[in-house]
């Protein structure tokens, strides 16, 4: 195998399981039985739920990316974890009080490949200046990918008999196909070994 290949399958596998543990991570948080029911409950369980899922996706990705370019991440964990907090916060929080499902999910998916882009950006400054924009393309090409999970949603719902499960199971899809999606197409390109 060409370590560019090597390259390739590890940036994408790192999205695919980061976005699938972490989507999980946001649904078991934000939607947990132990929470409120009520408005400032909710909203408390959810503002946690998106640093979850920032935390986790941002562990991911920073580990691809030390692997990929053999340095460490210049980017302190902590403002990666709140860009990617505050981006999907933005992305999923906004559309899903003005617009509501799938639409929300949708929507995070493209804000969090475009906010991987400029997060991308500080690490390679060089022939990056187009990587949030790849990012927001990403996120669209995750939204492609996310519609047989939205399509498998109200079987599973069906079947696993309703509540927190279900829900799970639909994010962690939505995460999986959306993230080697974003994956694939966000990879940097100067992060990857020379080619000859």
């Given at each position: 195998m060409?370590?560019?290949?090597?390259?390739?399958?590890?940036?994408?596998?790192?999205?695919?399981?980061?976005l699938l543990v972490a989507m999980a991570a946001f649904a078991v948080v934000a939607d947990?039985?132990?929470?409120?029911?009520s408005e400032p409950g909710e909203l408390v369980g959810h503002l946690a739920g998106f640093l979850a899922f920032a935390a986790v996706f941002a562990y991911f990705q920073r580990g691809a990316l030390a692997a990929t370019t053999g340095r460490p991440v210049r980017t302190p964990m902590t403002l990666w974890v709140v860009g990617t907090a505050v981006a999907v916060w933005l992305g999923y929080g906004l559309s899903y009080e003005v617009i509501g499902p799938p639409v929300d999910f949708a929507a995070a998916l493209v804000i969090?490949?475009?906010?991987?882009?400029?997060?991308?950006?500080?690490?390679?400054?060089?022939g990056s200046r187009w990587l949030m924009a790849r990012g927001?393309?990403?996120?669209?090409?995750?939204?492609?990918g996310m519609v047989p999970a939205v399509v498998l949603a109200g079987p599973l719902d069906d079947l696993l008999g309703g509540g927190l499960a279900p829900f799970v199971v639909a994010?962690?899809?939505?995460?999986?196909?959306g993230g080697a999606c974003v994956g694939a197409v966000l990879r940097p390109r100067s992060a990857r070994p020379a080619l000859v």
């Open positions: 060409s370590a560019s290949s090597k390259f390739f399958r590890h940036w994408v596998a790192a999205h695919a399981v980061g947990n039985p132990l929470m409120p029911e969090v490949g475009a906010s991987s882009g400029l997060l991308l950006m500080r690490e390679l400054p060089v927001a393309l990403a996120g669209v090409a995750g939204v492609v994010v962690m899809l939505i995460g999986l196909a």
